[in-house]
């Protein structure tokens, strides 16, 4: 367990309010703050303090707003939720999924490394979405 102050995590408490949290819970105020140093960090170098109205996306690069510590821990959850159920598929289906969509691999590139064809590939991806539908509708 720690010990915070909320005063230094809610700009709206004015008064010195000190309550024991998780140790997971402090990690991910922490990651908090650490996120909204680098925001605070950002708009003073590129000196975005008013809109840029340009529309070319350099004033959402430079003002990416934080995420509350309530939507890094959702985040977390689901992330976790998502690998125990890709965990759950079959292997060649686990490998297609994680190649495809976490490392970004194309579908010729995945058939040429398994030496199958991008129609194989295709299918068991396609499965394999349809496996991880069911297993969400399931749990849920």
Do not use: C, W
Request: charged share 30%; hydrophobic share 40%.
């Amino acid at each position: 367990m720690k010990k915070i102050n909320l005063k230094d995590y809610y700009s709206h408490i004015t008064v010195d309010t000190y309550i024991d949290i998780p140790d997971e819970v402090f990690s991910i105020f922490e990651e908090y703050l650490k996120v909204e140093q680098a925001y605070q960090s950002r708009i003073r170098y590129h000196k975005a303090y008013y809109s840029l109205d340009r529309g070319d996306g350099i004033e959402h690069s430079a003002l990416f707003v934080s995420l509350s510590p309530d939507e890094i821990y959702e985040r977390k959850l689901t992330n976790e939720q998502l690998h125990a159920a890709i965990a759950t598929l079959p292997d060649k289906q686990a490998k297609r999924i994680y190649a495809h969509y976490f490392l970004g691999m194309s579908k010729t590139a995945i058939a040429k490394a398994e030496g199958v064809s991008e129609t194989a590939i295709r299918i068991g991806i396609e499965k394999a979405l349809m496996n991880l539908e069911k297993i969400f509708k399931n749990s849920f």
